[in-house]
């Protein structure tokens, strides 16, 4: 058993699409394990996405991530950091996918309505970042 961390964006949250969202996430075996709604500050934002810091998109990045509530959970099953990054589809939606999240959601490279961890370690990291152990469940 795995664990990742999912952001629904605030793209996605803004257009009443959380819920389509969970759907497709739950349709495809993933549990949610953990999850809540909220308003990331700026620093909440920036330290979430430091590993960018230095790339060109990092302040339009932030700016979007603070602009309205995100839904932030903790999905678990099989290989579920592989299984969610293939449900998301590429980052940017041209690219995506037919049946994934972000081919079917996504507005741009940007906008484009969900996060997941890339690797355990970053899951770990995302995890805690978000959910303190009494906030999980299983
Ligand atoms: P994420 O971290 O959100 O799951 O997405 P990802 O791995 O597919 O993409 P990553 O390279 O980690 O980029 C993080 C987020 O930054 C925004 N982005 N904007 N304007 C641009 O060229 C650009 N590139 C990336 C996206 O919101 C992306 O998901
Ligand atoms: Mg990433």
């Known amino acids: 058993m795995e664990r990742t961390l999912s952001i629904i964006k605030p793209d996605a949250v803004e257009r009443n699409l959380s819920g389509a969202i969970l759907k497709m996430i739950q349709d495809s075996g993933l549990k949610v ?3 809540k709604m909220i308003q990331l500050s700026t620093a909440e934002a920036e330290g979430f996405y430091a590993v960018h810091k230095e ?6 990045l ?3 991530m603070t602009s ?6 903790i999905l678990e099953g099989d290989d579920a950091i592989a299984k969610y990054r293939k449900l ?3 980052t940017n939606p041209a690219n995506a996918e037919e049946g ?5 959601y996504a507005l741009d490279i940007e906008k484009n ?23 999980m469940v299983g």
Do not use: N, Q, W
């Open 100 to 104: 994934t999240i972000r081919k079917c």
């Open 55 to 60: 790339r060109p998109f990092f302040r339009s």
């Open 62 to 64: 932030v700016d979007f």
């Open 33 to 35: 394990v953990a999850m």
């Open 113 to 135: 309505s969900v996060h997941g961890s890339d690797a355990p370690e970053t899951a770990a990291v995302e995890t805690g970042y978000f959910f303190s152990a009494l906030e």
């Open 68 to 73: 309205g509530p995100v839904v932030v959970s």
């Open 88 to 90: 998301m589809g590429a």
